[in-house]
């Protein structure tokens, strides 16, 4: 029962939004993981009234939640077999190209993994391959030249389908209550051409960018760092391959219709039970700050849609926007959740803009479901700055500067997001 819902029901759409805002500041500075950030949000909402008890909990028994924690199991098991890593350096050995072309060939395979797969696992997986094709080169290729992009594809590709990357399973889980369900590959319609932008960015002027960018030596940690993360895998062992094939079933039964929630569950027991992974390692390795995130976002998004918050911000850029066409809404959208993103988490951007999102569109007369899609792709698109999403933090390990990131990749994370929303009515009618 909420202890202060009579006593601060005139006043719900501000608190609210002072909460929302308290939020979204615990978000962009990181003082507590986000996990603990949305669930805590989520207990005031219910403290005050705006969310019930059973909208607390429902996240914890949302299907795509039980979807990501057995999904995610699946795929650690098919990177810790060394299954993924041999895919990658059988791919690269047949492929003999100067440094650009090897950079972009390498950013093409982490990016298709990251559709397939948890995107911080393919990132890794792209760190090491890069770090020993670089150290195989006898000075040829620079370290310094591949990470940066590694992380880029991690999250241009992670963000093509339902399953790879949190920032979209954590929208997923709100969209029932909004009368929408998100298909495992309606991202990739028009999202596949983000990775396809960076590649001929990457390729025809990034990597120049990087030449005259990166005017620091090779990192000292680089130069006697092994690629011992890559586990050698015996292809002709049965066993190493089984994690892949749990995993395109799994996907092939999504495809078919089957419950998600089952299908991930199905893949989890079937990883632990065929030995491919250990129950104990499962457990360790699976990213429990995300699994709270996912549940608590559920709560969350119900709490700034409940206490009129969502409706009253949507009224104002709908006062501020007047009889704008909805292309207008997509295109600054995108734009803001893209700013946004590159400052704070890509799924702190993404649970804080959804619902407004629908609001928005409610109140302006248009289809939510395209809009809501420009603001998971937006969110998506932390590539200017290392702090919006792990995937790209990660590559900070190359020595770079907060500012090589802004140099390199803003101009392809301009073009990315207006094209998004200017290709979003072409496959979501307004």
Do not use: H
């Not at 799924?347 to 302006?364: E, R, S």
Request: charged share 10%; hydrophobic share 55%; glycine share 10%.
């Amino acid at each position: 029962m909420p202890i202060f819902g009579e006593l601060l029901a005139p006043y719900a759409p501000v608190v609210c939004l002072i909460i929302l805002i308290i939020t979204l500041i615990l978000f962009a500075t990181e003082v507590f993981k986000s996990g603990i950030t949305a669930i805590a949000c989520g207990i005031v909402m219910n403290l005050c009234g705006f969310i019930t008890n059973a909208e607390f909990t429902s996240g914890f028994s949302n299907t795509v939640t039980i979807f990501c924690l057995g999904i995610a199991m699946v795929g650690t098991a098919m990177a810790e077999t060394g299954c993924a890593s041999y895919l990658g350096k059988k791919l690269l050995s047949v492929v003999k190209l100067d440094e650009r072309g090897t950079i972009v060939v390498l950013f093409t395979l982490v990016a298709i993994l990251s559709a397939f797969l948890n995107n911080t696992s393919c990132v890794v997986i792209g760190l090491y391959l890069s770090i020993a094709i670089c150290q195989s080169s006898e000075g040829r290729f620079k370290v310094r030249n591949f990470l940066m992009p590694m992380g880029i594809a991690g999250v241009c590709g992670g963000g093509a389908s339902m399953i790879g990357s949190t920032t979209q399973l954590s929208i997923a889980a709100l969209l029932p209550d909004m009368g929408f369900e998100m298909k495992m590959w309606d991202l990739a319609k028009p999202g596949v051409i983000v990775p396809l932008i960076f590649i001929v960015w990457y390729y025809f002027f990034g990597y120049n960018i990087m030449q005259k960018t990166f005017d620091f030596p090779e990192p000292e940690s680089m130069k006697d760092l092994n690629s011992s993360a890559l586990k050698e895998f015996d292809p002709k062992n049965f066993k190493g391959w089984i994690p892949a094939i749990i995993l395109v079933g799994c996907i092939a039964l999504t495809l078919l219709g089957w419950n998600i929630a089952i299908v991930g569950m199905m893949g989890m027991c079937l990883a632990i039970m065929t030995g491919s992974i250990s129950f104990k390692r499962a457990v360790e390795t699976t990213d429990w700050n995300v699994f709270f995130l996912i549940a608590g976002g559920v709560g969350f998004a119900a709490g700034v849609k409940n206490a009129g918050t969502a409706d009253m911000v949507a009224n104002w850029i709908v006062r501020v926007l007047g009889a704008a066409p909805p292309i207008v809404y997509l295109v600054i959208f995108t734009i803001l959740c893209a700013i946004m993103t590159n400052v704070m988490t890509n799924i702190g951007t993404a649970l804080i803009m959804t619902p407004i999102a629908a609001a928005v569109a409610a109140q302006a007369g248009f289809s939510a479901y395209p809009l809501i899609l420009c603001v998971i792709w937006g969110a998506n698109m932390p590539y200017s700055t290392p702090v919006g999403a792990s995937p790209i933090t990660m590559t900070m390990m190359g020595g770079y500067r907060f500012k090589d990131y802004t140099r390199v990749n803003i101009i392809p994370n301009i073009v990315a997001a207006i094209a998004l929303a200017l290709l979003t009515p072409i496959f979501w009618p307004l």
